[in-house]
């Protein structure tokens, strides 16, 4: 049976520290949040990409629940 249901990455609401993106992502790839932000801070800590990607994504991701 095919799923026609389209994901779509949202900045979650409910389950945020900051701005919901690390909740968002976790919510997308059904993976735990913390484990999000762990990774995102890794990335923040190994260059300034991290902190970049996390803008982006801020600035592009829609607010969701």
């Known amino acids: 049976m095919e799923n026609n ?3 779509k990455l949202t900045r979650s609401m409910s389950d945020k520290k900051i701005a919901g993106v690390c909740g968002g992502l976790a ?7 913390t484990v999000v932000r762990i ?4 990335a923040l800590l190994c260059g300034s990409v991290g ?10 991701a829609p607010e969701g629940e």
């Open 51 to 60: 902190f970049w990607i996390y803008l982006i994504v801020w600035i592009c």
């Open 5 to 7: 249901e389209v994901k």
């Open 27 to 33: 919510k997308f790839f059904n993976i735990d949040p």
């Open 39 to 42: 990774v995102a801070l890794i």
